[in-house]
């Protein structure tokens, strides 16, 4: 019997793991739903209002052809947070130069589509006379010019780290479009770092290079529903310097509390037992 009361506390822990790390998973593209809109200003340390959104790296490396002893030590990570039809990021990047420059891919309605065409626009970045310029490619119902226009980008440099900051209204772009509440979107980040040699592209969730091509393999944000603020008495999103993403807090203290009555519950069946 004791065997049996073991063997069902094991497959219990195993399948708290299991939902642990889904749940992670899912906090890792889920996109914080913001109360009011952070300021654009590209400050090092990110408004609090980017706090419900889990920090995401750009840390999968598309190499075309470049020796792996030809890279540079670039690393990027950002953060997210939508309000009606906009989306706002931080980006961190260490070791972007001016010559270098990154795009930001899109399927508005998740669509998985094989070709790039309605709502799946993509926007370009990239440092022109020390200010971040944007540029935009896809189909539209306006002029993209007013799209373009409309984009509140800033960029400041300290020494090797460079942040950046930006608004995007995609109801500018597609009348009535508005983000909501548990929808999905595809997305993709690609960094161009011009090296020596060649090109290294640095992206945050598809290392084949294939969503250069179709939607279908952007990455996924899900709009979330946390309704973020920023009250006056709460500092800032703290700088984390961490080049390598780590298990949510919010997962790691869900799984500890399953584990911890898990534990209690097989122990008071074993007394139970002896009795």
Not at 159 to 165: A, D, L, Y
Request: with cysteine.
């Amino acid at each position: 019997m004791k065997r049996i009361v073991f063997s069902f506390i094991f497959a219990v822990m195993f399948l708290c793991f299991s939902l642990s790390s889904s749940a992670d998973s899912l906090l890792q593209n889920s996109i914080a739903h913001a109360g009011k809109a952070p300021v654009i200003d590209a400050a090092a340390v990110p408004d609090r209002i980017y706090g419900e959104t889990v920090k995401m790296y750009i840390n999968k490396t598309l190499l075309d052809d470049v020796p792996l002893e030809d890279l540079s030590d670039f690393s990027g990570s950002f953060y997210s947070v939508w309000k009606d039809g906009k989306l706002y990021f931080h980006f961190t990047l260490k070791n972007f130069s001016d010559e270098d420059e990154f795009a930001l891919y899109f399927d508005l309605e998740d669509s998985n589509a094989d070709t790039y065409g309605v709502k799946t626009p993509s926007v370009l970045f990239e440092i022109e006379d020390g200010d971040i310029c944007a540029s935009f490619e896809g189909e539209s119902d306006v002029d993209p010019a007013v799209f373009i226009e409309k984009i509140t980008a800033e960029l400041s440099v300290s020494g090797n780290v460079s942040v950046i900051e930006a608004s995007l209204d995609f109801s500018e772009l597609y009348s009535g479009f508005s983000f909501s509440s548990g929808k999905r979107v595809g997305f993709e980040i690609a960094v161009c770092d011009k090296i020596d040699g060649g090109i290294v592209r640095y992206v945050w969730n598809d290392d084949t290079g294939e969503f250069f091509r179709t939607p279908d393999n952007l990455g996924t944000f899900i709009m979330g529903t946390a309704s973020v603020t920023e009250p006056d008495d709460v500092e800032n999103v703290e700088k984390d310097d961490d080049d390598n993403p780590g298990t949510s807090d919010n997962g790691l203290f869900m799984y500890m509390c399953v584990c911890f009555g898990t534990l209690i519950f097989g122990t008071v069946i074993s007394c139970r037992m002896k009795v």
